[in-house]
């Protein structure tokens, strides 16, 4: 890759993790892809998160995770989201990512659920202690797409744990909805796009400052 080519991907990296700590381009994000909030209002998905003094942008985590054991990964951005109805202690974490170079030498989807395993590893000893599992919260990470395939533009994909019946009916069977992945692969922009495509793309695709500027007001 040529190194003018690599400052302009780092450069889109650097960008995207800027316009998703906005307090409204990430209750978008979050009501097109967060099962929890898909029928909740802007403005309450906005009362769920912690916003700083200057009234819109998102204060998110700690985005650096080290281990003895198992060595750093650096993540682009963390959310604490409150669910509403629910007591505060319950929440979701949500990981939103940014890549920009769809070819980096390894799967993307298995650097999503490397990233969403230490999410969820992390919160013992922080979350709850010792056997507690009960407490253990729902994690929802994000990968957005931002140079797809040629033929992957405006394509969406959840992953999740399904449970699968091997042998009987059994009456009870446990929800294990903890593990949640979504890649989301930016198009160009399109009228008729449903939300989880067409927010991304009237913020990400190439166009014009105008044309974008139309787009989002």
């Given at each position: 890759m040529m190194e003018k080519d690599k400052r302009r991907l780092t450069a889109l990296d650097k960008g995207f993790k800027a316009v998703v700590h906005d307090s409204d381009v990430l209750s978008w994000l979050i009501r097109t892809n967060v099962d929890e909030f898909a029928d909740k209002s802007i403005d309450e998905i906005k009362s769920c998160l912690k916003i700083g003094e200057d009234g819109h942008t998102v204060i998110g985590n700690k985005t650096e995770f080290d281990s003895l054991e198992h060595g750093k990964i650096v993540t682009d951005s963390v959310f604490d989201l409150k669910i509403p109805g629910t007591d505060e202690k319950v929440s979701v974490i949500l990981n939103?990512?940014?890549?920009?170079?769809?070819?980096?030498?390894?799967?993307?989807?298995?650097?999503?659920?490397?990233?969403?395993?230490?999410?969820v590893s992390s919160q013992k000893g922080i979350d709850f202690s010792n056997d507690d599992y009960g407490k253990l919260r729902k994690v929802y990470c994000l990968w957005y797409m931002l140079r797809p395939g040629a033929n992957d533009g405006n394509t969406a994909i959840a992953y999740g744990m399904c449970p699968k019946k091997v042998i009987g009916d059994p009456a009870d069977v446990p929800v294990l909805d903890t593990f949640n992945i979504v890649m989301i692969n930016v198009g160009r922009y399109d009228s008729s796009l449903p939300d989880v495509s067409a927010f991304p793309a009237a913020l990400f695709s190439e166009m014009n400052m105008n044309e974008r500027q139309e787009l989002m007001s």
């Open positions: 939103v990512e940014g890549q920009s170079d769809p070819s980096p030498g390894y799967p993307i989807g298995k650097r999503a659920e490397y990233y969403l395993s230490r999410l």
